[in-house]
């Protein structure tokens, strides 16, 4: 399906002749600050990034009619000199695990010794980037004769990937410190101007995937904590973003001047049912970042997969095809990641990823809170309370109607509506995102409920002792 003048939007690289670089420092200090963040420029920056990586993976139409696509180890694309040298970055970084061993012993937490690797990455930051990174963008000078180079907004994103030292616990929110490192490379002008998708799929490829293996190696090296996550009601443990781009992966072929679908596959791709058969998830991951991720988990947890990853084993029984769930995805990570308080808190801002309210942002409701469960208490004791709600009225991003309610009980999925009074509501994104008129059409859809109308497949055989199954809390 074509649309007339079509064009994908992209980061907008920033003019240094009038751009002031700053220390990024801490925003958000309590929950109500996540309504901030969704209306700021940075947060539209995050997104517009995400979107034009995920587009970039969607499988090609070429012009004879045959379809390109883009396993891991693809030999059709080709890596820039900026992608390879984040790969040496990497490799870098890997090798510093043998300096800092795992202690012996056995320990229920996070191996301390985790604290040792991360010192000398950070001792070795401004080495490593300036070994890494071109010059020409790592001291990029500021419009500010005075002020720092663009090394420092680049080291805290960096130094932001790898989990936490103090908690020795590694989650999605510094999985997202690193899409915003590779962001603001970008907003830098430090990619080629490829033909669109052409850079994109390097960096998904070549360093976003790279990145996950390390960081999953990692996890296990040191036995790292989940941070800030759900439990068994979370998507994953660790990470969310693989799953966006691997989905993409086996959705249906685009040509340039097409928009996203709604749903569909690629005539081959394997059933989302796959990722609780062993032998599948085996065979595709070392394809495909969706069941690369699936396959960690199955490196790491025993039992069942429906048994404990639940979300996961729900969204495997979508009927309509792996674009619909890419849609999902998108959406569950808008309002699972980047509207929650427990993980967004530590993303610092500052220039390239600025705390400044987008000029299309709508104003949120006086009373929203985010949507991001229980409420930081303020750092100034002597602050104001936040607002409070009705017993059991929940938070709501700023977009939400007022006469939307948020799940109570449970991480209801973001793009299920409910069907019976009091149920989960549909979070929707942003107006600074869906009302942009360069954004590809059709590829957000904020009414509109996305996987209510799919039943998920139910466990063989229920579960051993013969409960009813375990469902995600939007599943009927």
């Not at 936040?386 to 793009?415: I, L, N, R």
Request: aromatic share 10%; with cysteine.
């Amino acid at each position: 399906m074509a649309a007339e003048g079509f064009s994908v939007r992209v980061l907008p690289a920033i003019d240094p002749a009038r751009h002031s670089f700053i220390e990024p420092g801490k925003k958000i200090h309590e929950g109500e600050d996540v309504s901030d963040f969704l209306c700021s420029k940075g947060y539209v920056d995050i997104m517009t990034f995400l979107l034009q990586l995920n587009r970039s993976m969607f499988p090609e139409k070429l012009p004879d009619g045959s379809v390109q696509t883009w396993p891991l180890n693809s030999d059709a694309v080709e890596y820039s000199a900026p992608v390879r040298q984040l790969q040496q970055l990497l490799s870098k970084l890997e090798a510093i695990i043998a300096e800092a061993p795992p202690d012996t012993g056995p320990r229920r937490f996070g191996n301390f010794s985790f604290r040792k690797w991360y010192q000398i990455v950070e001792s070795r930051a401004s080495t490593l980037l300036e070994e890494c990174l071109s010059s020409e963008i790592l001291k990029k000078p500021s419009s500010d004769t005075n002020g720092p180079t663009a090394e420092v907004e680049l080291k805290a994103y960096f130094l932001g990937s790898w989990g936490s030292a103090q908690r020795l616990d590694y989650g999605t929110g510094h999985e997202l410190s690193f899409l915003a490192f590779l962001a603001g490379i970008w907003k830098l002008g430090g990619f080629p101007k490829n033909a669109a998708g052409v850079e994109e799929r390097g960096l998904v490829l070549g360093v976003i995937q790279p990145y996950l293996e390390l960081v999953r190696t990692i996890i296990k090296t040191y036995t790292l904590e989940p941070a800030g996550s759900h439990g068994v009601w979370g998507l994953d443990d660790h990470s969310f973003i693989p799953y966006i781009f691997g989905s993409a992966q086996f959705a249906p072929a685009l040509g340039a001047s097409d928009k996203v679908p709604d749903e569909g596959s690629l005539p081959d791709a394997p059933d989302p049912t796959g990722v609780s058969k062993a032998s599948i998830v085996e065979r595709e991951r070392r394809d495909n970042l969706y069941f690369s991720a699936v396959g960690f988990i199955y490196d790491v947890k025993k039992g069942p997969f429906w048994e404990h990853s639940p979300m996961l084993y729900d969204i495997s029984g979508i009927r309509t095809g792996w674009a619909k769930i890419n849609k999902g995805m998108i959406k569950m990570y808008n309002a699972e990641v980047l509207s929650k308080f427990p993980v967004v808190q530590h993303f610092p801002f500052g220039s390239l990823f600025s705390w400044e309210r987008d000029p299309n942002a709508l104003p949120p409701p006086s009373t929203a809170h985010s949507s991001s469960g229980p409420q930081a208490r303020p750092q100034n004791p002597a602050a104001p309370a936040p607002t409070t709600q009705a017993p059991g009225a929940g938070t709501k991003a700023p977009w939400a109607s007022a006469s939307e309610s948020v799940p109570q009980g449970g991480t209801a999925a973001p793009w299920a509506t409910s069907r019976k009074p009091g149920g989960p509501s549909v979070s929707r994104m942003p107006p600074t995102l869906t009302n942009t008129s360069t954004l590809p059409p059709g590829l957000i859809t904020p009414t509109r409920a996305l996987w209510a109308s799919s039943q998920p497949s139910a466990a063989p055989g229920g579960s051993a002792e013969g409960n009813p199954v375990t469902k995600a809390p939007w599943a009927k």
